[in-house]
Structure formats: structure tokens, C-alpha cells
């Protein structure tokens, strides 16, 4: 402030706005179904990522939901090391999850308002579904509480850095032609945030992870088409009201090609998954003591030391 | 999946156990001929489609009595 005067803030209002139409959201989804398999190398690898993960845990998981995009591919590369028995699979969009011929029943369902009982579910996998949700706590929290003690999340969606060669181009080319910038891409959370929001929802000993996958594409165009057939271009509320201009486009696909050229040809693009994993309390997992719960004295401990 | 003479329509009994009305959060009831799972405290009934709940509140019928 450089007259010294705070300017008085806009009221705040009581409940924040929508800042996803998740109506939209899943029609995207739903068109984006009919030629998904075209457009799954994301879903395809965080399916792998999280048989990983599952594998490396030695215990069953009797009761589990596989929930969002490409959520089918976890359940058809599922292994006898992952030991998970009953899977449900499910989307927010029903014909994304229809998708896929693993015999698991499947449910169409809200990250925003999800259908299940409390303790009912040993394992909660979400994958790429909680980027475009409206509270994010929240949906966490409904998630906690519906698995059993000791019940594992692992949520898996796209990291700040994402598409940052896309969001820069696209901000370039609008303040030098319009002269102002709107946000064409949502934003995204920072790792650094992910595993504070695993703590609000109750959940114990939370990672945060991080997949960086650098892509190369022929040009930024197919990079945007490749969005589009995964159902994954911009829902923020608002953005209809202000269409890109043409000739911003234009200008940020040329900004694109000069600023974040391949080798070899085409443009890279990065994307960047973050993989929170989170459990349920339960008696048995490692946690501080209590305070005053020590059963020897450090007054002892320390002239014990001092004799050494 | 071997059991091929399932109807439908008829939604996996695993998958009802665990189910509760997004809204109320209550029980569900299942209305096999209706196709619908019905929530009497919400007072919205969830479709049923190809065996597969939708249970969006967008989607439910609404029960007026």
C-alpha cells in the first residue's frame, strides 16, 4: 500500500460460490465416455500406480470402491497380491461408469454426496474426480467416514504444476491482445496443501505423492483434443461467460509451439499427479503418547547420560 | 462372472448393503419392480438402470405423498 490507507474489502458472502458446474462437469463426461479409450493414458497409469501401492500392503481388503474416471482399469488390473475382494465401481457420470468389462457392479454416484453407509468400505480409491469438486474437506471427510477403522483412501488427481505450459501460453495471449486475463484452467491443489487436507478429514499417517509425466504431443491442438476426449477441459462456473476469443487461441498455441518445443518435434506437456493415501484411525496404527504417559523419568534419562 | 441368468435389472446385493440415501444419509429401500431405491426420508426414489443405482439427487423421482 503505498499511500498507507487499507482499501475496505468487498463483503465476503456467507457461502462461498460454486467455483465447478459439476452439471457440466458430467456431461463432458458422459460425452467424453464414448471414446475414452482413446484419451486414458493418464487413468491407465494411475491404475498401475495404485495395484502398486495395494500390492506392497500386506493385508485383505474385503469391501472396496473404485470411484471416478477410468476407475474400471483398476479393477481389471487387479492382482491376487492386491487382495481385494468385492469391488463397486463407480462414476459421477453413469455411461463413464458403465465403462469396462470387469463384471463389477457399478454405481453412479457424487464425490459431493457420497452414497455410502458409514464404516461400510475397507478401501476408497478416487482417481481423478476430486480436481473439479466443489469442497474438497468435505468430500473427504464423507470418504473417512465411510471406511471401516483402518480402512485406506488413496486419492489420486492432478497437481498444481499440471498443464503449467498451457495455463502460461493461455495467459500470455490474453493480456498482450485483450489486455486482462480470466482463468481458462482450474486451478489446481499444491501438494503442500494435500496432506493438511488428509489431517482435517480425520485421516492418519497421510502421503502425498507425486507422478510427473512429461507428454509429448504434435502440436498444442492435440494436447487440447486429448483434454477434451478425457473429459477434462475447464467446468469453472463463469468461464461460459467469457469464450475464448479465437484469436487468442491462435496466439497461445503459437506461444505454446516457440516456448515449450519437444525434442525431437511436437510440444511437451506435463502433467502431474498427486497421490494422497490416508487411514482411518484405528487403535493398532503408530501415534505420539499421550503427554505425562511416560513410563521413565527424563530426569533419570539425562543423569543416566551424563555418567556415560 | 459365472451366475449369467441374473435379471437385468436386479442390483448386486453386496453393493445394497453399503448403499444409504446421499441426502438424508438414511436407509434405502429397494423396490425390485419399480427398479428403485427408495429413500422414505428424503422422500426421493433413486432409478435403477440396467442394474446399475444412480444415485444422484438430480436424477431421483420425487415422492409427494
Known amino acids: ?308 | 462372472m459365472s451366475d449369467h441368468t441374473a435379471p437385468d435389472n436386479s442390483v448386486d446385493p453386496k453393493l445394497l448393503e453399503i448403499l444409504v440415501c446421499p441426502v438424508s444419509r438414511g436407509p434405502l429401500r429397494y423396490d425390485r419392480n419399480a427398479a428403485e431405491l427408495i429413500s422414505d426420508k428424503a422422500k426421493l426414489a433413486y432409478p435403477i438402470r440396467d442394474g446399475m443405482p444412480i444415485m444422484l439427487e438430480a436424477e431421483a423421482r420425487r415422492l409427494d405423498d
Open chain 1, 1 to 308: 500500500m503505498t499511500n498507507g490507507h487499507l482499501t475496505p474489502k468487498a463483503g465476503q458472502p456467507a457461502q462461498p460460490p460454486a467455483i465447478f458446474d459439476r452439471t457440466l462437469l458430467r456431461q463432458r463426461q458422459d460425452r467424453a465416455s464414448k471414446a475414452f479409450a482413446d484419451h486414458d493414458f493418464l487413468h491407465r497409469h494411475i491404475a498401475e500406480d495404485v495395484i502398486d501401492r495395494l500390492e506392497t500392503i500386506i493385508r485383505t481388503f474385503h469391501r472396496a470402491a473404485f470411484l471416478g474416471p477410468g476407475a474400471h482399469y483398476i479393477t481389471e488390473a487387479l492382482t491376487p497380491a492386491s487382495d481385494v475382494s468385492h469391488v463397486v465401481s463407480g462414476a459421477f457420470s453413469p455411461a463413464m461408469a458403465r465403462l469396462g468389462t470387469d463384471g463389477a457392479p457399478r454405481l453412479t454416484a457424487d464425490e459431493e454426496a457420497l452414497p455410502f453407509a458409514d464404516s461400510s468400505l475397507d478401501l476408497i480409491v478416487s482417481m481423478m474426480a476430486l480436481q473439479s469438486v466443489n469442497k474438497l474437506p468435505e468430500a473427504l471427510a464423507r470418504m473417512r467416514a465411510a471406511l471401516r477403522p483402518d480402512g485406506l483412501l488413496i486419492a489420486a488427481f492432478p497437481g498444481e504444476r499440471s498443464l503449467h505450459e498451457l495455463r502460461d501460453s493461455l495467459y500470455r495471449a490474453e493480456s498482450e491482445i485483450t489486455g486482462g486475463v480470466s482463468p481458462r484452467l482450474s486451478p489446481f491443489t499444491a501438494i503442500k496443501d494435500a496432506g493438511g487436507l488428509m489431517q482435517r478429514a480425520g485421516l492418519a499417517l497421510p502421503v502425498a505423492d507425486l507422478i510427473r509425466l512429461p507428454v509429448t504431443y504434435r502440436n498444442p491442438m492435440t494436447l487440447l483434443a486429448d483434454l477434451r476426449g478425457m473429459g477434462e477441459t475447464s467446468v469453472l462456473t463463469g468461464r461460459r461467460k467469457q469464450t475464448l476469443r479465437k484469436d487468442v487461441l491462435v496466439r497461445a498455441m503459437e506461444i505454446y509451439a516457440e516456448t515449450w518445443p519437444a525434442d525431437g518435434g511436437g510440444v511437451t506437456a506435463t502433467f502431474e499427479i498427486v497421490m494422497l493415501t490416508g487411514w482411518a484411525p484405528h487403535a493398532s496404527q503408530q501415534k505420539p503418547l499421550k503427554p505425562g504417559s511416560a513410563k521413565a523419568s527424563l530426569e533419570d534419562a539425562v543423569k543416566s547420560a551424563e555418567k556415560d
